[in-house]
């Protein structure tokens, strides 16, 4: 089976770094999706992670291990129009079809 | 411009009646997608299309139907059958079938039941 976890909810500071982690485990893996959806739309791309290690892309840095299951989305600079849900998504091995963890709903306050 | 469009926005459906919700791309992508998003839940796989004529059921196809005549389109029909249809639909397309081709998503359907 496959099993995504992420947190509900995290809030923080405009200006402020923050980490939104993303666990899983999942029969087979190839490789991890970051996506970002503001309320009511649709989800935009912002990383995907296939082997160990940080990759940065401006104010977005994704982190994966594959040997401990873990990865994570860096936002540095937070900005007021970083609130927004951030979706972790699996690549299983053999198969064919993404998994989604539930996302991270998060809030940037002054 | 290229993209992936959805309509309409708001979808309102009576009890017993099919409706259908349309996908069009026109980024010349292969395969095309639908999920569901329900609050507190992930995006979940109804169905999906590799090819042209060709389509499979995704984790949740029961009470949806889909078709995939032409490349640009991948019209899905909410029936009778799906009791909860009450939700935020999402078409998507990648490149390739692949799943570690990047999945583009449309700006999606919102289905209210009356």
């Known amino acids: 089976g496959q099993n995504i976890d992420q947190p509900t909810e995290m809030t923080a500071t405009e200006g402020a770094i923050v980490q939104i982690n993303c666990t899983y485990q999942t029969s087979g893996f190839n490789g991890l999706f970051w996506y970002q959806q503001h309320a009511g739309e649709a989800p935009t791309f912002l990383s995907y992670n296939v082997l160990d290690g940080l990759e940065e892309k401006g104010r977005f840095s994704s982190f994966l291990s594959r040997s401990k299951g873990y990865s994570y989305l860096l936002l540095k600079e937070l900005q007021m129009k970083d609130s927004a849900s951030y979706l972790c998504?699996?690549?299983?091995?053999?198969?064919?079809?993404?998994?989604f963890g539930t996302g991270t709903q998060l809030k940037v306050e002054l | 411009d290229g993209g992936i469009t959805q309509s309409p926005k708001y979808l309102f459906r009576k009890e017993g009646q099919n409706v259908t919700l349309s996908c069009e791309q026109n980024?010349?992508?292969?395969?095309m997608y639908w999920y569901r998003q329900d609050p507190g839940q992930g995006l979940r796989l109804i169905y999906y299309?590799?090819?042209?004529?060709?389509?499979q059921k995704g984790d949740i196809a029961e009470g949806y139907s889909v078709s995939r005549e032409k490349k640009e389109s991948f019209p899905l029909t909410v029936t009778s059958a799906q009791k909860n249809p009450t939700a935020f639909y999402l078409c998507?397309?990648?490149?390739?079938?692949?799943?570690?081709?990047?999945?583009?998503f449309g700006p999606g359907t919102r289905l209210l039941v009356l």
């Open positions: 998507a397309s990648s490149i390739s079938p692949g799943t570690e081709e990047t999945q583009y």
């Open positions: 980024l010349n992508h292969d395969a």
């Open positions: 299309s590799q090819i042209v004529n060709d389509f």
């Open positions: 998504a699996v690549v299983p091995g053999g198969g064919n079809k993404l998994t």
